[in-house]
């Protein structure tokens, strides 16, 4: 078994994830052999720099000593045990610590193992709720324009993202879709903050002649990810929580992308000081290491199906719910977050890459340049429709792992870079621009 065709073995037998196969006809398909810190080592004797955090996963690198430790550790008591009828120490020690980062206001976790399935939940949580208070109507759902939430039909369903969604469309169910608060669709000469509460204007609108029929509106705290790194203020979840209470509708926050310190803070929220109703978490919580997602809500939404007939239980069921593996990294990552005061040093990690970028906002192809904590983010003024899998390519001779939304170059690190490895991606970005 030579690695040398380990690409080709690959493209054979692995239907890949977002992928038309037939590009890697002239795409290159990278083996990796291993990992350490920021860098994937490919069975092509180069290395890669992980600048997105494999799809915005890993938060303390590749081979965290910390986090191996802990998992091997998990793995000598216990890997796996069904959640329901038993239960296990990591699960519960990470409910509790989770429930704690949220002084307790959502003190009940749902577990799953991946995004979608956590965005699933939280959908039929929220109309099970209503229905069980005897409001069935309130089945809709409302979301943002380019919302991303994950791929299932549920999910798809309130997500907003037309390469993804328009070949299934018979297949969802229909769902609105109001203003986005992206400031880059702001007018000339409005603040960020002023296009915000313009935005939730028209949540307010759609809500005063839907609420009867919503259960819920779905929203990206502070960072669309998948549509493109849009980023917004956090004025509009502030007002996006007093518009849901005044109409009676849940909301959800998916921190599954920004969660974790991503945006500055340890979860988006937080910035505008509100507490969702449903809060999705996923990606970030093993420090990308293991599938485990956790949808966790509050004292009122949990006694809506504490009742003596088991079809007022929330009957759903994901077969690896809280696997104890994942609990024991969710666990590490919980402790390196303390220990290593990671937020702290995210600060002054993000004022270095704002500084070092400073060519790069100011490339004349570059529009857009932004920020929000450990994300960067920018449009290059292209008409090349094959511009993401070109610079891609780009990317890859500078030894960096980018992969542009569209024409949107984004950065998302892990927290473990250091000075000169920003550098690195600042300078390879750059010769990425000039030779794509
Ligand atoms: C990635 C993502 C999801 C889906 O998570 P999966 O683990 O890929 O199913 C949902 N919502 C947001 C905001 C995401 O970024």
């Not at 290395?47 to 793995?75: E, K, M, T």
């Not at 549920?154 to 328009?166: E, I, M, P």
């Not at 449009?379 to 542009?404: G, H, N």
Request: charged share 20%.
């Amino acid at each position: 078994m030579s690695d040398k065709y380990l690409p080709e073995r690959s493209l054979k037998a692995v239907w890949h994830p977002c992928t038309q196969m037939k590009q890697h006809e002239a795409l290159p398909l990278i083996g990796i052999a291993r990992g350490e810190r920021v860098w994937l080592y490919g069975h092509d004797g180069k290395r890669y720099l992980d600048a997105i955090g494999s799809w915005w996963v890993n938060l303390f690198g590749h081979a965290n000593p910390r986090i191996n430790a802990a998992i091997r550790d998990q793995l000598d008591r216990l890997e796996h045990v069904m959640l329901a009828g038993f239960t296990h120490e990591p699960v519960v020690e990470l409910s509790e610590r989770l429930a704690k980062l949220m002084s307790g206001r959502l003190g009940h976790c749902f577990y799953s193992s991946d995004g979608a399935s956590a965005v699933e939940i939280a959908l039929k949580m929220s109309f099970h709720y209503w229905h069980n208070h005897g409001h069935p109507k309130k089945n809709r759902f409302v979301s943002l324009r380019n919302g991303y939430h994950g791929e299932t039909l549920g999910a798809l369903s309130v997500t907003d993202v037309a390469l993804f969604r328009d070949a299934y469309s018979p297949l969802l169910r229909d769902s609105r879709h109001v203003a986005t608060p992206d400031w880059r669709y702001a007018a000339e000469g409005e603040s960020a903050r002023d296009y915000a509460v313009r935005a939730a204007d028209a949540l307010e609108t759609h809500l005063a002649q839907y609420h009867a029929e919503t259960a819920a509106l779905i929203v990206e705290p502070l960072v669309q990810g998948a549509a493109g790194m849009g980023m917004y203020h956090p004025a509009y979840l502030k007002r996006a929580r007093t518009i849901c209470d005044d109409y009676q509708v849940h909301l959800i926050a998916d921190e599954i992308a920004v969660g974790f310190g991503r945006t500055g803070t340890l979860f988006a929220c937080e910035q505008a000081d509100i507490v969702a109703d449903l809060l999705c978490l996923g990606k970030g919580l093993t420090a990308g290491y293991l599938p485990l997602s956790v949808v966790m809500t509050t004292d009122r939404v949990y006694q809506a199906f504490y009742h003596d007939s088991v079809a007022q239980g929330f009957l759903h069921s994901h077969t690896h719910a809280g696997n104890a593996l994942a609990c024991g990294a969710a666990l590490a990552t919980l402790d390196i977050f303390e220990q290593d005061k990671i937020i702290d040093a995210n600060r002054a990690k993000a004022r270095y890459l704002n500084h070092a970028a400073g060519p790069i906002s100011s490339h004349p192809k570059v529009k857009n340049f932004r920020n929000c904590g450990m994300i960067w983010a920018f449009e290059v003024d292209t008409s090349d429709r094959a511009f993401a899998a070109k610079f891609f390519e780009a990317a890859l001779k500078q030894e960096l792992s980018l992969r542009p939304l569209g024409n949107t170059v984004y950065f998302m690190p892990p927290y473990v870079i250091d000075e000169q490895e920003m550098d690195w991606l600042v300078e390879g970005t750059l010769r990425a621009m000039d030779t794509y």
